[in-house]
Each structure stands twice: as structure tokens, then as C-alpha cells.
């Protein structure tokens, strides 16, 4: 199929924009720098489900106005050549009448206007895809505020992979420059070969750690990169750190959360209207039609040979009003009845749903509060384990500790450390999960 210039000119505008998006986030080298914000951006533009979604809209819109076009006049032509090899005969009184003659050929070319003047169904019909378009451009918000909350909860994911990562090599390097101390007092017989043993022990299982921490750092990119819709091999920085989110951290506002924007309960009200609309539907079943049909007619009648222009041909025109009453149908009453018993499901539905939702809000607000007074007692925590590590390390060098407190104080403050990182991504999790559930729009246009 050959493309117009118009074609080629929206396919060139796409490519151009899909290339410049990513090049005004990439460096020299191909890495692409990335933030939150980068991240979402570039994953409503690309990810396929939103695509996806949006297709969806547009094959309601198809039909909304295939709905309208039922309307528009409709014009068929037929044509018919019938050979009559032997005619009918029909007797009556004793006579003998032939129908037609043997060997002879008819032929007839017609063309039928017909146009619907009432008709209560279609009218209906055209309602019902325009609720049935609200639904899916509501399930395409959904899959933008679904995938928003993926992509956010995956960054805050590798944010922390990425601190617990910087915390285990710093307590790798810690216990190698440890290890190397020691040993070198060892060499020289100032200490005992425990010290050297449990030195080593500490940074062989340091290392264990690290390489855990890597390659779940690896993971977290790759789940990331695939919610954004980029391939696997493209290269990701991320110049950001969860501790710069410690500000961030306050209390969700106290009372009931307004649900209004919720994308569950806002399709549930939309299935709720369709429901409404296609029972007004259903009593169109009981309402009469009404249509117009214009018929125009060339007939030739008996022709002895087979060249269609020889034929004497004979035209006619009519045309008719259909009326259509509805007495009485069985299955209309049963649709009826099946319909109120869906609107009643979809009630109790949204009920629980409601409550549901509430309740988790509820939940996602006491983690966070939860949350900030664990990250105050954390954050605390990282600061004594500082100064045990500093403690720790000069009673080692004056003789007056064990290579045991140092390596169990060095432990503690990576555990710490760790431990504060995972407090700011549980509020920042509970807090996207938050934004999901209450609908909140912060990043759509």
C-alpha cells in the first residue's frame, strides 16, 4: 500500500519526536540520565499498555459512529436473469392457463432507498457508545495512573538498591582497608592470628553482600527500563539517592479521603450508567418502527434470445411505509429483569469497593506516619553507629578493644544505614499507593 505525503509527513513527525525525546535526556556516550519525572515522561510516551489503551478510545469512537450512520439512507441495486425452460401451468375451470413462455428469458435490474424514519433503537444505540467511549477513555486514565504508580514504586525500588549498593561497598572497603591493617600487624606480630582470621571473615562476607546488592541493583533497572518501554541495553543514571526525599516525608491530611477520582470507582459508576442506558434500550423492544423504502424497476419479459440490449425493457417505481408493532416477545420481559438484577450487583459493588478503598487510604496514611517516626529513630540510629564505629576503631588502635567490637560495630552501622534507606522507600511507596488509590493527576496533562 503506497503512503501519502500526509501519511509520510505524521509518520516523519512521530519518528522525529519519539528520537528527540530521548535524545534531550541522553549524554554524548548514549546513558540516559534519568529522575522521577524523566521516568514517567518517558514511560507514557512509550510504554505499549498506554497505546494499547488509547487504541481502545479510538475503536470506541468507531463505533460510536457506526451507531449515527444506521440513520444515514442505505441504497442496494439487484439484477436477475432467469431462463424458463418450460413455464408453469395452472388449471381452473377446465381451462389450462401457461405462465409465461418456454424457452425464454427474464431479466430485471432494481434499485431500493430505504431510510429509517422512527426508529427508537438506534437512537438509544447512539447514546449507549457514547457512555460506551467515556468508559474507555476512564480506563485509559486507569492505565496511565496504573502505570505512573509501577513506574514510581520501580524507580523508589532501585533508589534503594542503588543506596544499599553504595552502603555495602563502603562497608566492603571499610572491612578490606581493615583487613589490610591487620594483616600487616600480623606480618609483623603485633596481633594475633584470630584478628586476622576474623578480619578476613568480615570482608569475605562483605563481599557476599555486595555482589547480592549488585546484582539486585541490576534487577531493579531491568524491571524499570521495561516499564518505561526502553530496551534492555540502554544504559541508566540515575543521579538521586533516597536521602534526598528525607524532607519529603510528612503526615497525610486526618479525616476520610475523598475517593472521587478513584479510577475503579469512577468505571464501576461508568458500567453503572451503560447499565442505565442499555435498560432504555431494552424498552425500545416494546416501541413501534417506522421506515420508508423507494424501489425503481426495469423489467424485460420473455425474450427469445440472450443480448440483453435487444430486450424491450419496462420500467416501475413504488414506494412503501413500513410500520412495525411490537405485540408481545417473552425474552424483552427476562432482559428486563436480568438488567435491574446487574444494576443491583453493580450497587452492592461499588459499595464494597468503596470501602475497601478507604480502608486501604486509611492503611497507606498510618504507614506513612509509621514510617516518618521510624526514619527520625533510624536516622538517630545511623548517627550512634557512627560514633561506635569511630570508638570502636581507636580502642582497636590503642590495644584496648577486639577485632570483635570493630567488626560488630561496623556491621551495626551498615545494618543501620540500610535500615534508614528501607524507612524512606516504605513512606515513599505508601505514599505513591496513596496517590494511586485517591486518583490524584500529579503528572497527567
Do not use: C
Not at 519519539?18 to 518517558?42: P, W
Amino acid at each position: 500500500m503506497k503512503l501519502t505525503l500526509k501519511k509520510w509527513g505524521t509518520f516523519l513527525v512521530s519518528f522525529t519526536a519519539s528520537v528527540s525525546s530521548f535524545a534531550q535526556y541522553t549524554s554524548d556516550d548514549g546513558t540516559l540520565s534519568l529522575n522521577l519525572d524523566k521516568a514517567i515522561e518517558i514511560a507514557l510516551a512509550k510504554n505499549p499498555t498506554i497505546r494499547v489503551a488509547d487504541q481502545e478510545v479510538q475503536l470506541k469512537e468507531v463505533a460510536n459512529k457506526e451507531a449515527w450512520q444506521t440513520l444515514l439512507p442505505s441504497v442496494t441495486v439487484d439484477a436477475s436473469l432467469q431462463h424458463t425452460l418450460l413455464a408453469a401451468q395452472m388449471k381452473l375451470g377446465g381451462n389450462t392457463f401457461k405462465m409465461g413462455q418456454d424457452n425464454t428469458n427474464t431479466a430485471a435490474a432494481s434499485a431500493t432507498l430505504s431510510l429509517p424514519l422512527f426508529a427508537p433503537a438506534v437512537y438509544q444505540s447512539m447514546k449507549l457508545t457514547k457512555e460506551d467511549i467515556l468508559l474507555a477513555q476512564e480506563k485509559a486514565r486507569g492505565s496511565r495512573l496504573d502505570l505512573i504508580n509501577q513506574v514510581t514504586k520501580a524507580y523508589y525500588a532501585a533508589l534503594l538498591s542503588k543506596d544499599s549498593y553504595d552502603v555495602v561497598k563502603k562497608g566492603y572497603n571499610t572491612a578490606k582497608e581493615n583487613f589490610d591493617v591487620v594483616s600487616s600487624k600480623y606480618d609483623v606480630g603485633s596481633v594475633s592470628e584470630y584478628d586476622k582470621i576474623s578480619a578476613e571473615v568480615q570482608m569475605r562476607s562483605m563481599n557476599s553482600s555486595l555482589v547480592s546488592t549488585e546484582t539486585g541493583l541490576r534487577l531493579a533497572l531491568l524491571q524499570l527500563k521495561v516499564l518505561m518501554g526502553v530496551t534492555a541495553d540502554m544504559n541508566l543514571s540515575i543521579e538521586d539517592s533516597l536521602k534526598r526525599y528525607e524532607n519529603s516525608l510528612v503526615l497525610a491530611s486526618n479525616g476520610t479521603e475523598d475517593l472521587g477520582g478513584n479510577t475503579t470507582l469512577r468505571q464501576l459508576d461508568a458500567n453503572t450508567q451503560l447499565l442505565m442506558r442499555t435498560r432504555k434500550t431494552l424498552y425500545t423492544n416494546f416501541m413501534p418502527t417506522l421506515a420508508f423504502q423507494l424501489t425503481g424497476q426495469y423489467q424485460s419479459l420473455y425474450n427469445d434470445n440472450w443480448n440483453l440490449f435487444k430486450y424491450s425493457w419496462a420500467p416501475s417505481a413504488s414506494f412503501a411505509f413500513a410500520l412495525s408493532i411490537p405485540i408481545f416477545k417473552a425474552s424483552n420481559f427476562t432482559s428486563l429483569k436480568s438488567n435491574s438484577i446487574q444494576l443491583k450487583q453493580m450497587e452492592d459493588t461499588r459499595l464494597d469497593t468503596e470501602r475497601k478503598l478507604q480502608l486501604a487510604a486509611e492503611g497507606y496514611k498510618q504507614n506513612m506516619a509509621s514510617t516518618i517516626a521510624q526514619v527520625e529513630s533510624n536516622k538517630k540510629a545511623v548517627e550512634q553507629a557512627n560514633k561506635a564505629v569511630t570508638i570502636s576503631s581507636k580502642r582497636y588502635d590503642v590495644g584496648r578493644g577486639t577485632i570483635l567490637e570493630l567488626n560488630q560495630s561496623e556491621t551495626a552501622l551498615t545494618q543501620a544505614e540500610l535500615t534508614y534507606a528501607q524507612s524512606i522507600y516504605d513512606y515513599l511507596t505508601n505514599s505513591a499507593d496513596l496517590d494511586y488509590t485517591l486518583g490524584r493527576e500529579t503528572y497527567l496533562k
